[in-house]
DNA sequence: AAAAGCTGTCGAAGCGCTTCGACAACCTAT
DNA sequence: ATAGGTTGTCGAAGCGCTTCGACAGCTTTT
C-alpha cells in the first residue's frame, strides 16, 4: 500500500506539503502541486481512510439507517438510499448502511465510535426512541419523516397533510361527494409512523370543509385483503365514486377487483394514488397521482448535511409540497354528469 | 469522547490491558477483565473507529456495490442489501453503500484506501470491468451473481440455468407442449447479465430435450410493451399453453391481459414465474413459482467474507438449488385432459 | 535601508488504538 | 532447591495522516 510519506519521497518533498496539496488548506506553488499531482496519480495513492479518520476527527462517511422490515414502499426505500448514496459521493462521502435492526443502539455505536460523521434516519416514528439521542449529541443529522416533536431536529418529507387535501380537492373538483381511503396496513398506523397519519389528516380536514363524506380503510397488501376491504365499502357506503390509495401492494388489486366488478376506472369510480410515479405508469390503468419524490428527499437529506459539516445550514423541517399528475384514473363523477 | 486510556486509568489497569480485554487476543484474570468491563459500561466507551483501523489494518467494514439502475428486480436488490447488513452485524462488520455508478473506480478506491476490508459485487456482468482488479488485490470478495470466467473469485447465485430446467419440466409435466418465455427486457440482455443468458440455456435445453416448442420474447415491464408482446406470441404460435415468467413487473399484466382475452389461468394458460415469493403470493393468481432466495444469497455472501477474513474459506463458487412451488397458476394442459 | 507582511515549505507532535517484547509472579517437574 | 513453564500485565513503538508553529525567502511599505 503506497502511503503519503511514499509519495512524498517520490515528489521529493515533505509529507505535510503533499497533504496540504491533497487538502488544499495552504497555499501551495503552482510547480510543486504538479509535482506532487503526478507522483500521486504514478504511484497509484489513495489516503488511508482509517489514518484519516484518526488525524481529522472525520470520517467521510454519512450512516443512512433503513427499516428492516419491507412490509411497505420498498422501492421507495430503495430509491432513497440509492439517491444518498449518489449524492454524499458527489459531496466526498460514503454511505454506511445500518438496518433498523438495532435500533437506538446504532445511534449510539455510530455516534461514539465515530464511525460516521451525520446519520440520516428513515421511518421515523412519531414518538422515536431514538430522537433524544441525537438531540444529545452534537453529530449532524437528519430524518427523513415528521416526528411529533421537531424541536431541534432537521427533517425532509413530502407534505403528505398537503398531499391528502389535494387529493380530496381534486376529487372533489371533479364532483365526487362520497370517497373512500384505501390506506396502509393496520400496522403502519398502530407503529405510530407519521405519514400515514399525517396523510389522512388532510384527507379528513380538507374532505370536512369541502362537505365530503370519507370513509378510511387500512389495508394489508394483497387481492384477498382488498376484497374483503372494497367489499366492507360498498356494503357500507354504496354511493362511494372516489378512492385514494395510499399503499402500493393495495394498487393493482383495487383496480383488478373493481374491473370484475364491472366497475369502470374512471367513468364509474376514479382512483387517486399516493405512489411512486413508477407504480402509477405502470399499473393497468394510468394512475393520476400524487408521487412520492424519493430521490429528491434522498437528495436533500444528504445537502442539507453536507451543509452541516461545512459549519453552514441549520435544523429545519422541509415540507416538500405535492404534485398531483392527472393520468386515466379519475374523471367526472356520474351523477355529476347529467 | 471516551478513549481507551480514560478506561485504563479509570479501571487501574494499563491501556493494552484494555485493549486485551476488548480482543481477547491475550488471557486476562477475570477480576481485571469484570473491573474493565465495569468502567467500559460506566463511562459508555466505545473504541474509536479510525484509530483501530489504523492500528489493526482492518476497518471491519465489507462493500456492498449495489446496481445504481433499478430497472430490475428492486425488492430482490433490497433484500439482499438488508440480508446482507443485518448478517454483516453479526459477525461485527458494517456494510458501506456504494452504487454502480463509480464504476471500476470504486473498487480502486476501496482497496486503495483500505475503507473496507472486503466487498461484495451484486450485478455482475458476464464479462465485468471489475473482475480483473478483484483478481489483482488480495482483499476478499465476494459476486452475488456470475460472470462468465469465475477463476480465482468467489460466487454466490441461484442456478439460474437447473432453474430454467426446473420450470421446463414443470410443465412438461403437467403435458403442455409449447411454452412461452416472457424474458427481462432487452437492455439486460444487452448488458450480458448473466442471470438472464443461464436461464434461457436451463430452458432451451431441458425444453429440447424433452421435444417441447420454446419461445422466447424479451420484455420491458408495464401493461403496453406486455400487450405488444402477448399479442406477437399467441399470432407466431396459437398453440401456446404455459409460460415462464422472469420478469416482475411483467407479472401482472400477463395475468390481466391473459384474463381480458378470456384465457382462464391455469384452465387454459398455466404460468411460471421466477421471482420472490412475495410476488408470487401477493399476484391477482396466486403464482406457481421459482422463488429467488435474496436473503440466503446476502447472507451467504457475508458468510463466505466472514470466513475469508478470518483465514478460513476459500474460493468457490455456490450455486444454490432452485426449488420450485406449486401454487394455482399451473395446471394440466387443456389437450392433454381428454 | 529597515520593518513589516506574504507565500510556500518543512519538522514534529499527536490522533487512539493494537501489538510486540519484556518481565514479574506464580506453578510444575526434576 | 533449581530450572523451565505458564499466566497476567505493562511500556513503548508505530499505524498513516493532519495540523500547528517556525522560518526562509520574497515583496511591499515606510
Redesign the interface.
Known sequence: ??TLAEVAQHAGVSASTVSYVLSGKRSISATTRQRVEQSIREL???????????AS?R?N?IA?M?P?R?DMY??V???I??AV??TA?THGY??????G??GPDAV??VT????ADAMILMDVQLDDERLPLLRGTDQPSVLIGLPADTAGLTCVDLDFKATGALCVEHLAMLGHRDIAVIGEAPAVYERHTGFAERTLDGLRARSQELGMRLLHRPCE???DAMAVTLARIFDERPSTTGFVVQNE?AV??LL?LLRQQGRAVPEDVSVVAICPDQVA????VRLTSVSIPAQEMGRHAVEQLAAKLDGRGSDEVVLIAPELTVRASTGPAPTATH
Not at 281 to 284: N, Y
Open positions: 500500500m503506497v497509484g495513492y489513495h489516503p488511508n481512510a482509517g489514518a484519516r479518520a484518526l476527527s470520517s462517511i443512512l433503513i428492516l419491507t420498498v422501492p426505500m430503495m430509491e438510499a440509492i448514496a449518489t459521493r460514503d454511505v454506511l448502511l445500518l438496518t435492526e438495532e449510539r455505536r461514539g465510535s465515530g464511525l397488501g394483497g387481492y401492494s393493482e388489486p383488478a405508469t405502470q399499473a393497468s
